[in-house]
């Protein structure tokens, strides 16, 4: 844990051979992350702008497919960072890092299953979690993959609705499973922001605030749920105003029995700067007020909130597509 009293867990939002080999360890050995995570946004550009995979691809038979060559070069990586936080995993202090299953299989509960189990056994490692989008396909895929104990990440939740289904999903496989899993749900933050805080500040309505408040609720939500083995998980907590210090989403969503993952430049911000104090959860009077404030203004925060699962689902289709079309 980077915070042992709160429970508190930092992981590398960050996937690179190279860096694999090299800074991972540093960090971990410095008690400054104790997990990873990766998404196809990461791995193409890993892939496509480092030299590191130049051999390993050359190696590859050409009669091979590109999602096939695609899933040898991620499969090393993410057996190479499981080896080197297994050590973490044995003694209970996570040590888990997530691959997402192929982003086109978002629709496809079935296809998501098999997908999900393929890539888990070509890993071969226990402590690796299968990344699933929060999606009605993606629900049915949770519960299979948790009942055959496999670790899940729900990952591009942005509504309370996604993660009270997320939720009963883990809960119904690990019914099955006849034991607890460990699994997390993803909340993504800044992208909230992002698509917000031009507007309020035009309406002189506080900026840096909603993807707050807004995860603040979902962990609320996780909290009460009280699943055994399931946590809050805040992502998307980079830094794009330049106003904000880096560590911003971190500090600001600190909380009990939580894990924040950042790029690396964020989480070595946070170590050197950052406060490290509880800081979630909020009183929900002040989240009801400012969802208020925007509801004012004419903004339609569910609308907003769902056009970013659109928008999120179609960058790692395209980041995926890019992979494959370079590949």
């Known amino acids: 844990m980077y915070i042992e ?22 960090l971990i050995e410095k008690k400054i992350i104790n997990g990873a995570t990766s998404n196809p946004a990461i791995f193409k550009n890993a892939i496509l702008s480092s030299d590191a995979y130049i051999s390993q691809l050359e190696s590859l038979s050409a009669s091979l497919s590109s999602k096939q060559k695609y899933e040898a070069v991620a499969i090393y990586d993410i057996q190479k960072a499981a080896d080197i936080l297994k050590p973490l995993y044995d003694k209970g202090d996570d040590g888990y890092v997530s691959i997402e299953v192929d982003p086109f299989l978002c629709d496809d509960a079935e296809a998501t299953i098999e997908e999900g189990k393929r890539l888990y056994k070509a890993i071969g490692r226990e402590n690796v979690m299968i990344k699933v989008p929060a999606t009605d396909a993606g629900y049915i895929a949770m519960e299979a993959l948790v009942a055959e104990d496999i670790a899940v990440n729900a990952t591009l939740i942005f509504k309370k609705e996604q993660a009270l289904f997320c939720l009963d999903a883990f809960d119904k496989g690990m019914q099955k499973a006849g034991r607890a899993v460990d699994t997390v749900i993803s909340i993504f933050v800044s992208r909230v922001d992002r698509a917000l805080d031009k507007l309020l500040a035009e309406h002189n309505v506080q900026t840096a605030l909603t993807g707050i408040y807004n995860s603040a609720m979902i962990y609320d939500a996780i909290m009460e749920a009280n699943l055994p083995s399931c946590r809050a998980l805040f ?11 880096p560590y911003y989403y971190v500090e600001k969503l600190l909380a009990y029995n939580s894990v924040n993952t950042a790029p690396i430049e964020t989480i070595l911000a946070f170590d050197a700067d950052g406060k490290k104090e509880r800081a ?14 925007l509801q004012d203004i004419g903004i339609d925060l569910n609308s907003v909130l769902d056009k970013l699962i659109d928008d999120g689902l179609e960058a790692f ?9 370079a590949l």
């Open 5 to 26: 009293d709160l429970k508190f867990s930092l992981w590398a939002d960050f996937i690179e051979r190279e860096y694999l080999d090299n800074e991972f360890k540093d």
């Open 235 to 245: 992502a998307s907590t980079g830094v794009k105003d330049d106003s904000l210090p």
């Open 280 to 293: 979630l959860p909020i009183d929900k009077e002040i989240i009801i007020e400012h969802f208020a404030k």
């Open 317 to 325: 289709k395209e980041a995926f597509d890019e992979i494959l079309e």
